[in-house]
């Protein structure tokens, strides 16, 4: 795939669904990340990590990685607090990156 720019960014994954889902625990302090999106390109994934910390979200942060052959770099923020995933997925779609998704480090 193509490089994503910070104003398209495409879903991580096909068939994603639309929204977080977090349940907390009550008997363990649950610790999410959530994955904002993945790029192709560099340059588009430092664009659109200045969006989140600019809107003042400090915990988010690039992996790269490698996908289908090809080097990715993936857009996350945490680890959170279960309890405060879902307020802060809300922010970031509204931020224009849609709905993040939860995973597993």
């Known amino acids: 795939r193509g490089a994503k720019s910070a104003s398209s960014t495409a879903r991580v994954a096909a ?43 400090d915990r988010a942060s690039l992996h790269d990685a490698t996908a289908n052959g090809q080097r990715v ?7 959170l607090e279960a309890t405060a995933a879902n307020g802060l997925a809300n922010r970031i779609a509204g931020l224009g990156f849609g709905a993040p998704q939860r995973v597993n480090e």
């Open 15 to 57: 068939g994603a669904t639309p929204a977080v889902q977090v349940a907390s625990s009550t008997n363990q302090a649950d610790n999410v990340t959530l994955q904002v999106a993945s790029f192709a390109a560099r340059d588009n994934a430092d664009r659109a990590l200045a969006i989140l910390r600019g809107a003042g979200i």
């Open 73 to 79: 770099w993936r857009l996350r923020v945490g680890p």
